[in-house]
């Protein structure tokens, strides 16, 4: 990895007094010497217990059908769609932040991007559930797929769902490779270090005798950067993919052509409001304040209020098109969101993304941990919110007052929104158990150490 | 279309029912079929499970024989062939030929009137009913109660047995009993013997009871219907001094006036009024008008072009008004809320005598006899007599004031100078007036007998019940409302073994014998005449109608002193009126599920009824949809859910009969309330002096139409005559539908048939008629009041009901939603497995088989005319239901996505049997369901292609518009804007 | 050729810029069969080193090309070809809308040729190579850098490349066995 | 220490990569071939009936025509499974005591039916009609294969959606004259492509591949 050339303007990205050992130590510790903090254990038990809660959910509805979800017509999508657009979309900012900031040589992106990574594919896993549960007939998903059959029968690819089966199927494929890629030299790291003659077999095995030499760096830095230039246009491409789900209907509210780079820019918002949620209890459990520091802290805020006012532009611009079309239907669809029997919610989705962030302006908000903690929260919940707005509001009334109806979600839906949180929780925190939650030796690149002198370069 | 040949031999069927009985149930348990031991023993043990062997058995028989729909769709495409067996006749009928239904006449009589139908039959199932055209009271159409009559045959809560005190007897023994009792009765004339039976029109019952009076001459024969036309009688009685039937020639009037007449959903004639209304509102010169003075809003006020809100009670003294006015000698009106109306009289009354001779005043029903004979009156001083009003003698075999008849039952009872009753059909212990106490009289009888299809309240007081057969199970006759006879043929052999009242009345008093030979018989005795009776016999089972039974038109005078004004009374108070359930009727249909889940035409409520009220008087009570009330009237009282009605009489309050059954099936009972504990026997239809007072509670209910507003969107498109003369094409005034060049893709040539659909909506009335016959057409399952409340109901056809204008005075708009098939679906592009697409012949298909059930086709219709199996909806256990099936559509699984296809099972038929034939489909050879069941022919369904076909002339007239049009959907069903024909002399009132 | 005994002489530097310093002298020297060994990616030592460019880029390249058109030939065969379907009116070679999947596949084809090129170019997986014989390598992946000398360099003399090593004052020369 | 593994692991992990593909591969293609196996279709797979009927006898040495069994083929969508009756217009007299015949006796004395096994088996959503294929030349043999051959009967083709696609998608390589539809041994005189096309144009035989056109 090519480290800043610069001198940091700030506080260095790293804690004073570190060295290339201090740092491959103090993270390896985490996975291979320290004891398990108590509280991973309790965020463990709370997770699989959500986890089990999801299990029943499915087991139910595989029993009875979708009917015990609160969907009907016209309201044919309910929390399995709202919930999968969310979880896609904090998928995003993982990819984002280890692609895109790599080809900006954002070097403070290195002591995140590993868990942000690891976030985005439990996130993708957690969203891929749903497109499969909220079917009728589950058990024949597989048809999605293009595939020879004995009915000679073709998916229909002009379908924006099959668009979404390439598109979230390759993103998660190059997640996992990039992720995996970047894994590499940390696996034999911990290979090196590892105390137990078993981990140091799995560690080998999955290290594939990675040995650090010259020609490989050579080759995985030309890899890494490829991937980053090839991830990049790709995570664009899966939120627009989501978001044409609903731009290429004619339902009001779902047919505008905004909806691409508003869904983008709403899933970075999304995303780096977890990362945050992530990663202010993480440095704190586990005493990376060195490596996490206030400055990566004080970034993700700022890249909260750029996104934030992107997201807010949107909302602007679909009340704005919803006039100025002169289209009764759309009109209609904006002065419900404004009045109707939803307005609560879109009222607090306005709070929540829109009002609360702009705090974020002030230095002081974005030194303060609890206060960077509390927006991230409110950003998490403003999102599942818009997802909400967007989905139901636009359908429970559109074209015939005749077919008007509401959407009341049930227990059940509850249960498996819970039930996939507790999925995540339980994923992630087995990865931050056993595998280095920041890259290592990205972060030896950005010691002082790393520094090859000037008369050699 | 109709088989000239006689239904297929039924006993041979019982035989076959019967027999094999045990391999069906039992096809697990091999030891226990092989023995015929076992059998014989469980017929006589347990006849009720016998015959749910039968019941099993004949689903096989002739399900598995056609392969028909029954498999798990989709889950067969992945699995393997699945054991199938093949059952073959062992003499096969000939007629029969496999996979082509038959097509039998025979009648549904309602309240005793007939209406004329032609039963589909597959392979010996009856699965659908049809109007006969060749019938008077039929011409082709059927209302939805006459079309649910067959789920009724396949009620799987029908009784299935005899019992006597709760147990399980025989029907010898039943005969033993019953006939001893009649043998005591000889010696004193059968003073102690009543019959009671609801009205009869039956020439054969009506004889067989003449029959029974003869040979016990002191006995008492009783007629009682709760929604019955005592009112029209006496009406009748003191106008001409004689019962005669009064019937209305609708297409021969100008100007009609409905006097709270719900002239297209009650009454004998309902359906072909609405023809001959609908026959007259098509825009042109030969235009009709319809008045409408109404107190709850019905279909017929809908479509009125003038309809005023008047208190039920307040509808004589309008009438009266409308006499005066014209000049009759009459008792002077009280001073009632016509005052306010005065120039809407005025302009009606000019109309009239603008229009004598070649108009009609209609009476409703449930009005008081002093409204009929004033409106025989007006009708005779307009000189309608003989032209628009027709007279003749009366259709009951017997007419009789019902009402007097049942009291004089009760006080007899009372006085326990009934000994035997034999109540032959009728519910009386749920549906007599409450004043009465039927129920406690009834406890006097020393012996009481049933007949009746369910173990029902009455049933439950009688000695002995009897599980009747089913009208598509039994021999008989009825009489339409002109009095023509049909001939009623069993479509299949009792079920259960029930029986008809024939044959009982016939084994009680002679001899066993079917009702196929009691009815014939009697005929045989009629035709008597000469001619060769079995070609006569042979021609009426195939036509459907008697020839030559209809009644003769006659002359009749008023008779001096007929205006006898009703008293009147305590004005205080609100108003109850009692309306029999536009589909349950008196109740008799509360347990049938395609019925209960069909939404009530003004209001959308399924699987309840409520107390109906004006927006007015709901905030002056404070009281709000589904708000329970405590409704009491003279002293008694029940708790009702109110429901806001737009346009409903302020001070009044209607509640429907026919709910809170305590008995009779899972679906009747527990459903909404009993209105019939607040019905006595003077105030029948009208209760003066009613109280409501809110409880605090709240009612749940399951309406089909949240919003009912149009929220200035034209989705129904209407306009006056004037308008219409001066803007032919008014309709194309909204919206712009983009011109077909105007496409970046390619256009997509339909060579051959073109599938297409026009709505009237000038004649459509709303009755829901469409929306039945498609759920029976296409088996569109039943979901429950729960559901139906969360939105997964499932009726493919909606009709959509719109408010529009005042709210007290709204206009009432209808607009049947079926698909649109459009060219440039939307559902279609986005279904990820291509299970919706377009055929070669435009048909916007739907592949259940295919479906994986996104949901997304659904979200992107703007139309919403798609249904979701949320659960597995279709029942796929209850055998009799089975039965009810169309084996040409699949049976829907759970998950899967359904829709309107234009009936494609029946364009296949069709088009399969030119091919044979190698020619073309003829116009009108082929109609959609819906188009079949319209009493007013609003819906016609054709090839667009064929510039000559009906369809097609209809999509070029300039009232032709589609919905929605401006979203370029291309749909292939378009609607036609409707025309009203308001008084100039009532600009006010005008709608457009 | 005949097998060297040993598979080379490892030297073992704490700091990166001795290392680089190293290779320069060791090609200087005329050695050509080295390796050097780090924990972080250094670019200077590729430099040093004169290792070429990687041919991965072509090969990724190669692998998008491919993805995109399987993708979009399957999409208008299926559509247009194997069983040609009137959806909603739209033309049967609806290309507008295939380009979406085809894009997915074209980031698929080149990722996965990234990733395995690489894996492929780097001769990975080797989870047994020799230098992992000599006990303190393993500080290769903590703060150590590693320069290997190997048997199969015309030049290599066991004595004299050692001698030649200890004159880059390395903390340590080992040998490495096979 | 650093060196776990021994030298063959470099062998081994890479094959174990390519062993992956290669198995993953296998699967997907044993799930197609078995789908499309007698296994799953029934193809060429007899069913014992109740009575040991001999197509084989009947239609091949008697030289029985279908149609006098299976009566309404021609004209209905159900070629149909004669009744007891049927059979006993002949076994009256023929075999008028044979002990195999004993199940038909006993149906046409008793008026029970024989339950016979299907043979033929739809899924219960596909809605084929007899008749129409008959009238457009579509042959018995072309689905039922030579039943004239067969003791007991079997199914002859898959039918798999596919393979119905196959006739309704090029009809002329299927086709015969309707005159030839019964005759179970009938080959094309000369070109099968050539007749195919002339009786498509003389039938009027559409390619019909809508969904509609099986599928309500």
Request: charged letters at 20%.
């Amino acid at each position: 990895m090519t480290p800043e050339r610069r001198a940091p303007a700030q506080a260095p990205l790293i804690g004073p007094g570190h060295t290339l050992g201090t740092v491959t130590d103090r993270i390896a510790a985490v996975v291979l010497t320290a004891p398990t903090p108590r509280a991973w254990w309790v965020g463990f038990a709370v997770g699989f217990a959500l986890l089990l809660v999801l299990l029943d959910a499915v087991a139910y509805l595989l029993l009875r059908g979708v009917g015990i979800w609160g969907v009907n017509i016209p309201v044919g999508w309910g929390f399995a769609i709202i919930n999968f657009v969310w979880w896609i979309g904090i998928g995003h900012a993982g990819t984002l932040i280890s692609a895109i900031l790599l080809l900006l040589r954002q070097a403070w992106r290195q002591s995140i991007n590993r868990f942000a990574e690891a976030m985005t594919l439990f996130a993708v896993a957690c969203a891929g559930l749903y497109p499969v549960l909220h079917l009728g007939r589950p058990w024949l998903a597989y048809w999605l797929f293009p595939y020879p059959n004995t009915m000679g029968l073709w998916p229909n690819f002009r379908s924006p769902l099959i668009w979404d089966v390439f598109a979230v199927s390759t993103y998660a494929t190059v997640s996992v490779l990039f992720w995996f890629v970047g894994l590499i030299p940390d696996l034999a790291t911990l290979r090196d270090r590892s105390p137990s003659r078993i981990g140091r077999a799995v560690y080998g095995i999955l290290a594939m005798g990675w040995r650090g030499s010259v020609r490989h760096w050579e080759r995985y830095e030309t890899a890494s950067l490829l991937l980053a230039g090839l991830a990049t246009p790709l995570v664009v491409s899966v939120h627009t993919v989501v978001s044409l789900d609903f731009a290429i209907s004619i339902v009001p509210g779902w047919h505008t052509t905004i909806f691409p780079p508003y869904f983008v820019a709403g899933a970075i918002y999304g995303g780096f409001a977890m990362v945050l949620t992530l990663a202010i209890p993480l440095r704190r459990i586990y005493g990376l304040e060195d490596f996490v520091t206030m400055r990566h802290l004080d970034y993700m805020g700022r890249v909260l209020l750029a996104t934030g006012l992107i997201v807010a532009y949107g909302y602007t611009m679909e009340a704005f098109v919803a006039w100025y079309s002169g289209s009764p239907f759309e009109a209609h669809m904006m002065l419900d969101r404004f009045g109707g029997r939803y307005a609560p919610l879109y009222w607090s989705l306005l709070l929540c993304n829109v009002v609360i962030p702009q705090a974020l302006w002030f230095q002081r908000t974005r030194a303060s941990v609890p206060a960077l903690f509390a927006i991230a929260m409110s950003i998490n919940v403003g999102m599942w919110l818009e997802r909400f707005i967007i989905v139901v509001t636009s359908l429970h009334e559109d074209f015939l007052p005749s077919a008007w109806g509401m959407y009341y979600p049930t227990v059940w839906d509850w249960a498996t929104f819970f039930g996939t949180i507790g999925l995540f929780t339980t994923l992630f925190l087995l990865f931050i158990r056993f595998l280095p939650m920041i890259s290592i030796f990205e972060m030896r690149t950005l010691l002082p150490e790393a520094e090859v002198k000037e008369e050699l370069a | 279309m109709t088989s000239a040949a006689a239904p297929i031999d039924l006993t041979a069927l019982r035989a076959r029912l019967a027999g094999r009985g045990g391999r069906a149930l039992w096809r697990s348990l091999d030891e226990l079929a092989e023995s015929p031991a076992f059998l014989e023993l469980l017929h006589e043990e347990l006849p009720q499970h016998a015959a749910a062997l039968a019941r099993s058995v004949d689903r096989r028989q002739f399900l598995k024989l056609m392969a028909a729909s029954l498999g798990l769709a989709g889950l067969a495409a992945c699995a393997r062939p699945p054991e199938d067996k093949i059952v073959p006749y062992v003499k096969q009928p000939e007629e029969l030929v496999l996979g082509e239904p038959l097509f039998y006449a025979t009648a549904v009589p309602l309240g005793g009137f007939a209406v004329g139908v032609l039963a589909e039959s597959h392979e010996g199932r009856p699965t659908k009913l049809e109007g006969n055209p060749t019938h008077p009271a039929s011409l082709g159409a059927i209302d939805p109660p006459t079309q649910a009559t067959l789920l009724g045959l396949y009620d799987p809560e029908r009784s299935q047995t005899i019992t006597s005190a709760g147990k399980i007897q025989t029907w010898s023994g039943f005969l033993a009993a019953v006939r001893a009792a009649l043998d005591a009765q000889r010696p004193r004339g059968g003073a102690g013997l009543h019959v009671l039976t609801e009205t009869v029109t039956s020439p054969t019952l009506h004889a067989q009871l003449r029959a029974l009076l003869a040979e016990f001459p002191q006995a008492t024969w009783h007629q009682w219907e709760p929604a019955g036309r005592d009112a029209a009688r006496a009406g009748a009685l003191r106008a001409f001094g004689a019962p005669v039937e009064t019937r209305y020639d609708l297409a021969r009037a100008d100007v009609v006036l409905a006097l709270d007449a719900d002239l297209f959903a009650t009454g004998p004639s309902r359906l072909r009024y609405a023809r001959e209304i609908a026959g007259r509102r098509r825009p042109g010169p030969g235009m009709s008008r319809l008045y409408a003075v109404e107190s709850m809003p019905t279909t017929t006020g809908a479509v009125a072009d003038h309809r005023l809100a008047l208190a039920a009670a307040d509808v004589e003294g309008f009438t009266r008004t409308v006499a005066a006015e014209l000049g009759l000698a009459v008792a002077a009106a009280p001073a009632v809320a016509v005052a306010p109306h005065h120039a809407w009289v005025r302009a009606l009354v000019d109309d009239l005598r603008a229009h004598r001779g070649a108009c009609a005043v209609v009476p409703g029903e449930h009005q008081p006899p002093a409204v009929h004979a004033l409106a025989h009156a007006i009708n005779d001083a307009l000189g309608n007599g003989g032209r628009t009003v027709i007279h003749t003698d009366a259709v009951e075999a017997a007419p009789t004031d019902q009402a007097a008849s049942l009291r004089a039952l009760v006080a007899a009872m009372r006085a326990g100078a009934v000994e035997v009753l034999l109540i032959l059909g009728g519910n009386p212990v749920y549906a007599a007036p409450a004043d009465l106490d039927f129920a406690g009289a009834l406890g006097k009888v020393a012996l009481r007998v049933h007949l009746s299809l369910h173990q029902d309240e009455t049933s439950e007081l009688c000695h002995w019940h009897l599980n009747a057969a089913h009208v598509l199970e039994a021999w008989s006759d009825a009489r339409a409302h002109d009095g023509t006879v049909t001939i009623l043929q069993p479509l299949i052999a009792p079920l259960y073994g029930g029986r008809s009242a024939h044959e009982v009345l016939a084994a009680l008093t002679g001899p066993e014998r079917p009702g196929h030979d009691v009815v014939r018989e009697h005929w045989q005795g009629v035709h008597s005449g000469g001619g060769d009776f079995e070609a006569f016999w042979r021609r009426a089972l195939n036509d459907g109608v008697v020839p030559d039974t209809a009644l003769a038109p006659r002359t009749v005078a008023l008779r001096p002193g007929w205006d006898v004004p009703t008293p009147a009374a305590p004005a205080a108070g609100l108003e109850l009126v009692f309306r029999p359930d536009p589909y349950l009727i008196d109740g008799r249909f509360a347990n049938n599920g395609w019925l209960q889940e069909l939404p009530r035409p003004i209001t959308k409520l399924t699987w309840d009824n409520a107390a109906l009220l004006a927006p007015a008087t709901a905030e002056r009570l404070g009281v709000a949809n589904g708000d329970v009330v405590e409704v009491a009237v003279g002293g008694r009282s029940a708790h009702a859910p109110v429901w806001v009605v737009p346009g409903h009489a302020l001070d009044s309050v209607t509640v429907h009969l026919g709910y809170g059954r305590r008995r009779g099936g899972a679906l009747a009972t527990g459903v909404g309330f009993d209105a019939y504990a607040l019905r006595t026997a003077d105030a029948p239809s009208i209760a003066r002096g009613a109280a409501l007072r809110p409880t605090g509670r709240r009612h749940a209910f399951a309406c089909t139409q949240d919003h009912q507003s149009m929220e200035g969107r034209a989705l129904v498109r209407a306009a006056t005559l004037a308008e219409w003369r001066a803007h032919p094409d008014f309709a194309h005034a909204f919206e712009e539908t983009p011109p077909r060049d105007r496409t970046l893709y390619p256009p997509h040539a339909y060579e051959g048939y073109a599938w297409g659909m026009a709505i009237d909506l000038g004649a459509c009335i709303g009755c829901n008629a469409c929306a039945l016959a498609c759920q029976a057409e296409n088996n569109v399952a039943v979901v429950g009041k729960e559901e139906v409340a969360r939105g997964h109901e499932m009726h493919w056809l909606r009709v959509d009901r719109y408010f529009a204008g005042d709210l007290d005075a709204p206009a009432i708009l209808h607009q049947p939603v079926p698909c649109m098939q459009c060219e440039n679906a939307p559902c279609e592009v986005v279904c990820p497995v291509n299970a919706t697409n377009h055929d070669g012949e435009g048909l916007n298909v739907m592949v259940y088989n295919r479906c994986v059930g996104t949901r997304y086709c659904s979200n992107n219709c703007p139309y919403k005319v798609r249904r979701f199996n949320f659960y597995l909806y279709s029942d796929w256990t209850t055998e009799t239901l089975k039965m009810a099936r169309n084996p040409d559509v699949t049976v829907r699984s759970r998950g899967v996505m359904e829709k309107c296809t234009y009936c494609v099972q029946r364009i296949n038929r069709a088009r399969i049997h030119a091919e044979e034939a190698g020619r073309r489909i003829a116009d009108g050879e082929l109609v959609t369901a819906c188009q079949q069941a319209c009493p007013t022919e609003a819906i016609v369904f054709g090839d667009v292609n064929d510039p000559t076909s009906r369809v097609a002339r209809l999509k070029a007239d300039p009232r032709n518009y589609a919905l929605l049009g401006e979203l370029n959907t291309r749909p292939r069903t378009t609607y036609l804007a409707a025309v009203r024909n308001p008084n100039p002399a009532l600009a006010a009132e005008q709608r457009s | 050729m005949r097998r060297p005994p040993i598979h080379g002489l490892l030297a073992e530097f704490d700091d990166v810029n001795d290392l680089v310093r190293a290779v320069r002298t060791a090609r200087a020297a005329g050695f050509r069969r080295l390796d050097a060994y780090t924990p972080f990616p250094v670019e200077e030592l590729s430099h040093a080193m004169g290792v070429r460019p990687s041919r991965l880029p072509l090969l990724v390249l190669l692998g998008g090309v491919g993805g995109g058109l399987a993708g979009y030939l399957l999409q208008w065969w299926t559509a247009v070809v194997a069983y040609p379907i009137n959806v909603g009116g739209r033309p049967l070679h609806s290309w507008p809308a295939f380009v979406v999947p085809t894009f997915e596949t074209t980031v698929l084809g080149a990722a996965i040729a990234a990733v395995l090129g690489m894996l492929a170019l780097n001769g990975l997986p080797m989870p047994y190579h020799p230098v992992f014989n000599v006990p303190r390598f393993a500080l290769s992946s903590r703060d150590r850098f590693f320069l290997c000398i190997e048997a199969t360099d015309p030049l290599f003399d066991r004595e004299g490349t050692r001698r030649f090593l200890e004159r880059l004052v390395p903390r340590h020369v080992s040998e490495v066995e096979h | 220490m650093p060196q776990i593994f021994h030298r063959s692991t470099n062998t081994l992990s890479r094959l174990s990569i390519f062993g992956a593909l290669f198995a993953l591969a296998a699967l997907l293609w044993g799930i197609a071939a078995v789908n499309r196996s007698a296994y799953m279709t029934g193809q060429g797979v007899a069913r014992v009936q109740p009575v040991q009927f001999s197509h084989k006898h009947h239609a091949g040495q008697l030289g029985i025509d279908c149609r006098y069994c299976h009566t309404q083929v021609e004209t209905a969508a159900y070629a149909g499974i004669p009744p007891t009756q049927t059979c006993m217009n002949c076994h009256a007299q023929i075999w008028a005591d044979s002990a195999f015949l004993a199940p038909v006796r006993a149906s046409f004395r008793t008026d029970r039916s024989l339950v016979w096994q299907k043979v033929h088996v739809l899924p219960d959503y596909v809605y084929f009609n007899h008749g129409i294929h008959v009238q457009k030349g579509v042959g018995c043999v072309t689905c039922h294969g030579r039943v004239d051959r067969m003791n007991q009967v079997y199914r002859a083709a898959s039918l798999q959606m596919e393979w119905c696609l196959a006739c309704h998608r090029r009809p002329e390589r299927y086709l015969r004259p309707r005159e030839r539809v019964f005759d179970l041994a009938w080959r094309p005189r000369g070109d099968q492509a050539a007749l195919g096309r002339r009786l498509v144009k003389a039938y009027g035989v559409r390619t019909r591949t809508d969904c509609s056109a099986c599928h309500r």
